[in-house]
């Protein structure tokens, strides 16, 4: 599982793809989102600015994050 550590939360979740490169852009990672091909803390999310908080795990294909504060 890697780490993502954000300076100040929530983050949104779309943001999260983008950032660790998960997806070409954010307009991707609001689709796969809008598709329900990604969960957070082992359940399907499907809002795009979904607050993500430290310590939530985000799934997406084969990848697993861990968001951590700072």
Do not use: C, H
Request: proline share 1%; glycine share 8%.
């Amino acid at each position: 599982m890697q780490e993502f550590e954000i300076s100040e939360e929530p983050i949104e979740l779309y943001k999260i793809l983008k950032f660790k490169n998960m997806v070409a852009s954010g307009g991707e990672a609001k689709y796969v989102i809008s598709e329900g091909r990604v969960t957070v803390n082992g359940k399907v999310e499907v809002r795009k600015r979904k607050k993500i908080f430290s310590g939530d795990v985000v799934e997406f294909g084969e990848e697993r994050i861990r968001v951590q504060m700072k």
